[in-house]
Every structure is written in C-alpha cells, then in structure tokens.
C-alpha cells in the first residue's frame, strides 16, 4: 500500500514565472528567468538591467566583414575608456561588458590577437557602460554588442533572417563601420563591397525622412591603420583615393559621417604555429586613434534626442 502524503505546491512560483518580460532587442516576450530571448537569442540581462534606469539604454553598432578587426577595436576601446576620467568617465555594468576588455587585453598582453567571435548571439559579448560627465549629473547608458561578421553578413545579405541584427540596427541611434585598411592597400575589394552592401542595407532598413539612417551619426573607422602607410593622414582623403565606391555612398546616403583611421598594434608579424596555422601575431601594443569615434559619436548624440 502506497503511504499518502501531503506535498506543498510551489504555486507562487508558477505565478512568479508566468510574469513576461520584454526583450531589450526585439520587444518580444520571454519568461522572466529565461537567460536569453527565445526568438533573437540576445541576453535578458539586457533587458532586467532597463528595467532599473529611468531612461533607457542607447545603443551603438560596431560592424565589419569578419576579421576586420572589431573584437580588437572593442575589446580595446573599453579598457582606454574605463581608465579615462576626463572629459567622460565610463562604468561597465555587468560581467560581460567587463569579459569582452579582459579578453582582448590579456591575448595582446601575451602578444597574441583574441580567438574569433562566436557566431551565436548567446555567446556574443554585449558591452552596457555607463557614461558620466564629470560635474554634471547626467549619464548616458549604452549597449554596444561585439557582434559576429558572418552573423552581420547573413543578415546584409538576406535582411530581416537574423533577427538579433535586424531588431538591433532598428534601434541603434549610432554606427561604427570597420573597414580593414591592410586589405585595401593590398588593392583589395571585398572590404569596400561589404561596407557599402552595409550603408545600403541601413538607409533600406530605416528610410525615415528625418529620423532615419541617413541622419544618424555614422562613423566609418580604417582599422589597422599601423599596416596602410598614408591613412593615418588624411583617413577622408584615403578612403576616397583606395574605397571610391564607399565614400561616394556615404557622401551620397549620409548626412552625418565621417572617416577615421584606428590601429591597436604597432607593427605584427605572420608567425606559423605547430598546427600549421599561420596567424598574425602583434609585435607590440600601441593603440592609435581608438577613441576618437567613439568621442565624436558621443558629441554627436548629445546633439540629438533619443528616438527609441
Ligand atoms: N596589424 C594589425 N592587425 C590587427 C589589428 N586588429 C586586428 N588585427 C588582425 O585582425 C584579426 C581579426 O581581428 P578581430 O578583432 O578578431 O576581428 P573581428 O572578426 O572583426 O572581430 C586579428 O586576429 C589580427 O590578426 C591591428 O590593430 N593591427
Ligand atoms: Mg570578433
Ligand atoms: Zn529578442
């Protein structure tokens, strides 16, 4: 004979999860102790840590064809600016905004480049900072994902298959577009081809007349600038001597662009490894030209209202 007992049900706890919570990204809505959204994969985290600002996060694209250079860029850009006091400070929030910076900086510490960007959104690391001026009260959150090229491409490629990117780059009020200057002065193609299937994809994407693409602040960053001899110069008048076709859509497409040229190595060399690999290593770490960009995105939003 089965002895009968008496079992509490934890029905609180059903009423507790049956609460929705709205993904930061794309709006849709996820059980709340859910780590990632069900339809784009993006962090909740992103979301739980919205719901405790008064005003909501803003967010900023860094994007480029794979290999271009953005983990390095990112990875180094947070640290140069959590180590910043003036003009801005900046605060990460959460653990994986502080991942992306330790991961980038202790490979190049040990002279190597970080490991490739996973393709799936779950194991992207998403940036969200805190910006604060010193003397005045007024902060600025923001969301800057270090997103996957072949995830960016899909996307570029077929719009609206990607989900992440898509919601993303609706609400996005700001771009970095990467272009690898190394392979442009090699003379070759694919870079420019890639930003410019970009542009074009984003004025599509939001084509409104006033708050649209074509009016958000677009910065388009040279990345390895330490191996292009002339685009620390003039990066404009680089761009248009060796990436016509892209400065002539961004000139055409839009109104508030502009080009800068970045490197975080001083020089790097091509080392072949016991696999057989051969990979480029840095020869030694001399950042150039990382935050200037992202200062003038930042001025330039300031200038505008938040539109999300
Ligand atoms: N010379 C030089 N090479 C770089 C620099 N930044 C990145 N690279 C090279 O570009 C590769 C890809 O960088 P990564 O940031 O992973 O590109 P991602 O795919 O766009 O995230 C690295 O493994 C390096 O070989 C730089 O500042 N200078
Ligand atoms: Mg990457
Ligand atoms: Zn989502």
Same mark, same amino acid.
């Given at each position: 004979?089965?002895?009968?007992?008496?079992?509490?049900?934890?029905?609180?706890?059903?009423?507790?999860?049956?609460?929705?919570?709205?993904?930061?990204?794309? !709006?849709?809505? !996820? !059980?709340?102790?859910?780590?990632?959204?069900?339809?784009?994969?993006?962090?909740?985290?992103?979301?739980?840590?919205? *719901? =405790?600002?008064?005003?909501?996060?803003?967010?900023?694209?860094?994007?480029?064809? =794979?290999?271009?250079?953005?983990?390095?860029?990112?990875?180094?850009? &947070?640290?140069?600016?959590?180590?910043?006091?003036?003009?801005?400070?900046?605060? #990460?929030?959460?653990?994986?905004?502080?991942?992306?910076?330790?991961?980038?900086?202790?490979?190049?510490?040990?002279?190597?480049?970080?490991?490739? =960007?996973? !393709?799936?959104?779950?194991? /992207?690391? /998403?940036?969200?900072?805190?910006?604060?001026?010193?003397?005045? $009260?007024?902060?600025?959150?923001?969301? &800057?994902?270090?997103?996957?090229?072949?995830?960016?491409?899909?996307? &570029?490629?077929? +719009?609206? =298959?990607?989900?992440?990117?898509?919601?993303?780059?609706?609400?996005?009020?700001?771009?970095?577009?990467?272009?690898?200057?190394?392979?442009?002065?090699?003379?070759? $193609?694919?870079?420019?081809?890639?930003?410019?299937?970009?542009?074009?994809?984003?004025?599509?994407?939001? +084509?409104? +007349?006033?708050?649209? /693409?074509?009016?958000?602040?677009?910065?388009?960053?040279?990345?390895?600038?330490? $191996? *292009?001899?002339?685009?620390?110069?003039?990066?404009?008048?680089?761009?248009?001597?060796? #990436? #016509?076709?892209?400065?002539?859509?961004?000139?055409?497409?839009?109104?508030?662009?502009?080009?800068?040229?970045?490197?975080?190595?001083?020089?790097?060399?091509?080392?072949?490894?016991?696999?057989?690999?051969?990979?480029?290593?840095?020869?030694?770490?001399?950042?150039?030209?990382?935050?200037?960009?992202?200062? /003038?995105?930042?001025?330039?939003?300031?200038?505008?209202?938040?539109? #999300?």
């Amino acid at each position: 004979m089965t002895k009968a007992v008496a079992v509490p049900l934890d029905s609180y706890k059903v009423i507790e999860h049956a609460q929705p919570i709205a993904c930061f990204i794309c !709006n849709e809505q !996820n !059980n709340v102790s859910a780590p990632f959204c069900r339809h784009c994969q993006a962090p909740l985290a992103l979301a739980h840590q919205a *719901a =405790t600002q008064k005003s909501p996060p803003r967010m900023v694209a860094v994007v480029g064809a =794979t290999g271009v250079g953005k983990t390095v860029y990112l990875g180094m850009l &947070v640290d140069m600016l959590s180590r910043r006091v003036h003009p801005l400070q900046i605060l #990460a929030r959460g653990a994986f905004s502080i991942t992306l910076q330790q991961t980038a900086v202790a490979a190049l510490a040990q002279c190597r480049f970080p490991e490739k =960007t996973p !393709n799936e959104p779950e194991r /992207w690391n /998403w940036v969200h900072c805190q910006i604060r001026r010193p003397r005045t $009260r007024r902060t600025l959150e923001l969301i &800057v994902p270090d997103m996957s090229g072949e995830a960016i491409l899909e996307e &570029v490629e077929h +719009p609206h =298959t990607t989900p992440v990117i898509s919601a993303f780059l609706k609400k996005c009020c700001a771009t970095m577009i990467l272009v690898d200057a190394a392979r442009l002065d090699d003379g070759l $193609r694919d870079q420019e081809y890639f930003s410019m299937k970009f542009v074009s994809y984003l004025a599509e994407l939001d +084509p409104h +007349p006033k708050t649209g /693409w074509a009016h958000r602040p677009v910065a388009v960053v040279l990345t390895k600038a330490d $191996r *292009a001899a002339g685009c620390r110069d003039d990066p404009e008048a680089y761009a248009r001597s060796h #990436a #016509a076709g892209l400065w002539q859509q961004c000139s055409q497409r839009l109104q508030v662009c502009r080009f800068f040229a970045a490197g975080v190595a001083g020089g790097s060399a091509l080392c072949v490894l016991r696999d057989g690999r051969r990979v480029q290593v840095p020869l030694r770490v001399e950042p150039h030209g990382i935050v200037e960009p992202f200062d /003038w995105l930042l001025e330039r939003l300031n200038r505008r209202k938040p539109s #999300a």
